[in-house]
């Protein structure tokens, strides 16, 4: 993966400070500390759900850092094969050339590819999948449409993509959908005029009639609806940047170029007992062993398990204050 | 709506599906899946036919085949890279084609959106095995053609090691044989080499690309949800696996030096 190009001294520099003991890094933080992350969610009215995150923005002036905009955006589909009948995801990474301003077009084409691929397998594999996307069995269904754009990158991109796709889906609230059903109206024909006892009219408490729903109504506005099912479920990534005898999180640009290999490992966790891996991969050309895999995997849950706690507990925070806070000084205003 | 035309061969139909023979309509309404498994157990790989030297014009070539996985390699370079900076370590290159005819669902003879994933780990599982600070300011390109595929991971996994052997064949400096092996988690057992239907029924998937000679995993691709556990025992037996996928590489490579002298 391209990053920015340094010389052979800067690298070596940067390595030795990472393996000295105290590990020393540019900007002062330990192995495993994460750069101030901002987010927000709801900032895409148009969309079904929406979050902006950025990881090691300036304080001062708000430039710098990865940042990073998804947002969701329901379609409706009809289901042609049998396959799931609640609905798809299909996610896409767009890259701004701004973010990456030293790659052609062919190698933003490549990189957003290669984000998109990662992204894609996980998070639209049938075990992270919400029952409520469905809307007239086998008929017709929603399909989630999860987009995220880079338009800044300073390090830690994978962490950040997986980050804002999680805040979104957690923003994401499905319009409430009624089916309807179409019945032609009684004919006049009916020979002799006599009376159609009991053929048009049927009795409510009949329950062998099987409804056919053909069409659907949204009785909702447009942002409400209920939230998507599974919440707890999205997954957070972690990447580990690997050094020979250690390994660092959130890495700036410099620390990626000075790193040979990086870990990608990806947890879902869904109860604070039950956490499984939902995705893996190793990017670079480091040496790595079977045991050293298996430790680096059991520390990277400890990692995720943090970031989704406080995921979790900054996302409460902007629901009530979208929702809550905003009714109540709506309600002191009258 | 305006589809791709390509102006140098003659387009079918927009849309198409292969017909359903009636037999094959039985066999799909009833996937049994251990039965299918005949003479295999869930820790035995399909045997491996692997051959190199089968493309002359080019510098190391292999083809393998295991069941319904068949693909050739074919591996050109060093050669000079002309239109990038200088570079004091090689680039190694790697280009994955899937034939139309390789899947049940027709391919695009242009470009596929899956070509370059499968491209991206058959170059990482590759990357930390050959000695790339021997050729500066060169290229070795590395192009696979997939005639028949039993999967994406299957394919990853047949076409690292078709790779390597092409490499090897070409005479590269390497530091290893690099050798994959795919697992599935089916129910709560682990099932080594799966087919495509094993695949697509399985909670999870794991490939493993390591060089046995020098015991270091050189790629690791997972997929779908596992529990740590799983994913140990995964490696496990992935790792036991390729050791002996090794020695099968190492014999094809010895038979085939002997004919050649």
């Not at chain 1, 900032?43 to 998804?70: C, F, H, M, Q, Y």
């Not at chain 1, 409430?176 to 009795?203: C, H, I, N, W």
């Not at chain 1, 680096?296 to 925070?317: H, P």
């Not at chain 2, 994913?231 to 014999?251: F, K, M, N, W």
Request: net charge negative; charged share 25%; with cysteine.
């Amino acid at each position: 993966m391209t990053s920015a190009s340094i010389s052979k001294a800067e690298k070596s520099y940067i390595q030795a400070g990472l393996l000295t003991s105290p590990p020393r890094r540019a900007d002062g933080r330990s192995l495993h500390d994460f750069r101030a992350i901002y987010l927000e969610t709801g900032v895409a009215p148009l969309s079904n759900g929406s979050a902006r995150l950025s990881i090691g923005r300036n304080p001062l002036d708000g430039s710098g850092g990865t940042e990073v905009l998804a947002a969701v955006k329901l379609e409706v589909e009809n289901i042609e094969e049998q396959t799931l009948d609640g609905g798809r995801i299909a996610c896409n990474v767009s890259c701004s050339p701004s973010a990456y301003p030293h790659l052609s077009s062919g190698a933003l084409d490549d990189l957003q590819h290669d984000l998109t691929t990662v992204l894609h397998q996980t998070l639209s594999h049938p075990s992270l999948h919400p029952k409520n996307l469905g809307i007239i069995p086998r008929k017709k269904s929603w399909l989630l449409n999860l987009d995220l754009l880079v338009t800044a990158e300073a390090g830690n991109i994978y962490d950040a993509l997986f980050l804002a796709a999680r805040a979104a889906l957690w923003d994401t609230k499905v319009p409430r959908t009624r089916s309807v059903e179409y019945k032609s109206p009684k004919t006049f024909l009916s020979a002799s005029g006599d009376m159609d006892v009991d053929q048009d009219t049927r009795s409510g408490f009949d329950t062998r009639h099987v409804a056919h729903a053909t069409d659907f109504e949204l009785p909702d506005y447009w942002d409400e609806g209920e939230i998507l099912e599974g919440r707890e479920r999205w997954p957070v990534a972690v990447t580990l940047n690997l050094l020979h005898t250690a390994h660092f999180l959130d890495a700036t640009l410099q620390e990626e170029a000075s790193c040979a290999s990086r870990l990608l490992v990806v947890y879902s966790h869904e109860s604070p007992t039950a956490y499984t891996i939902q995705s893996m991969r190793m990017l670079g050309s480091d040496e790595l062993s079977i045991p050293h895999l298996k430790k680096l995997i059991k520390e990277a849950e400890g990692y995720t398990r943090s970031m989704a706690t406080s995921l979790t507990t900054k996302l409460e925070d902007e629901d009530f204050r979208r929702n809550q806070k905003a009714r109540e000084k709506f309600g002191r205003r009258k | 709506m305006q589809s791709v035309f390509d102006r140098r061969r003659i387009n079918g139909p927009e849309d198409s599906s292969a017909p359903i023979f009636a037999d094959e309509h039985q066999k799909s309404l009833t996937p049994d899946l251990y039965k299918d498994r005949h003479n295999r157990s869930v820790s035995d790989i399909r045997p491996i036919f692997l051959q190199p030297g089968l493309i002359s014009q080019a510098n190391g070539s292999a083809y393998i085949e295991t069941d319904r996985t068949k693909i050739a390699c074919s591996v050109y370079g060093p050669r000079q890279s002309k239109n990038t900076a200088y570079n004091e370590k090689g680039r190694l290159n790697v280009e994955v084609k899937f034939t139309p005819f390789s899947s049940e669902r027709r391919r695009a003879p242009l470009r596929d959106a899956e070509d370059r994933s499968i491209a991206v780990a058959i170059q990482q599982a590759l990357l930390s095995s050959v000695r790339l600070e021997h050729f500066p300011k060169s290229t070795i390109d590395i192009f696979l053609v997939i005639i028949e595929a039993d999967g994406i991971e299957g394919c990853v996994a047949s076409g690292s090691i078709a790779a390597s052997t092409a490499l090897a064949d070409a005479g590269i400096d390497m530091y290893g044989l690099v050798t994959s092996c795919t697992a599935a988690i089916i129910g709560e057992d682990i099932w080594v080499d799966p087919t495509q239907e094993e695949c697509d029924m399985a909670n999870g998937t794991l490939i493993l690309s390591c060089m046995p000679a020098l015991g270091i995993v050189t790629n690791v691709w997972q997929s779908g949800r596992m529990a740590i556990s799983q994913v140990s025992a995964c490696l496990d037996a992935c790792d036991g696996r390729c050791t002996d996928i090794h020695s099968v590489v190492a014999q094809a490579l010895l038979n085939s030096a002997r004919s050649k002298v």
